[in-house]
């Protein structure tokens, strides 16, 4: 099993998130690059916090470049948020499938979701929190925004299937 690191000074831990996650507006500033622009950019967002995952962020629809993106048939299951259908992003002759998904009729509890938009940073050229590039969340599945100012260990490293 993987040991929590400690937080210093101005982080948190993933490891001290809640489970069920808990939900809360965020005025960080936000930007999703996918060749050369900006699909997102936004300092009006949520976070989802859950325990081991680094905060995801859910973009308000007015804050995404939504020409840029095509509902894809892909959708999953979370127990707690409900329902996700995805989004293709495409750009230039270029497609990241499956790069983003939404809610659009969260579980109660989750209201604050209803419509936005999260993405995947591995599956983005560039993704930025407050200026900060921001390191995808290891694994296929999971699609946190690691930055500095949190630390784990996360869900979907080396070992975590033990967690």
Known sequence: ????????????????????????????????????VAVADTRR?????????????????MFVRLELMTLSPLRTECEYKGTASYYDLALDGRVSKNAAWVYTDPLPGYEAIRGHIAFYPGRVDEAYVDGERVTPQPGSFYGGWITGDVVGPFKGEPGSWSW
């Open 1 to 36: 099993m993987t040991e929590r690191i400690e937080p210093g000074p101005g982080q948190e831990s993933a490891w001290d998130y809640p489970r069920p996650p808990r939900v809360e507006p965020s005025a960080r500033h936000l930007v999703v690059k996918f060749g050369g």
């Open 45 to 61: 967002s949520v976070r989802v916090l859950e325990t081991t995952h680094p905060p995801v962020y859910y973009i308000p629809p």
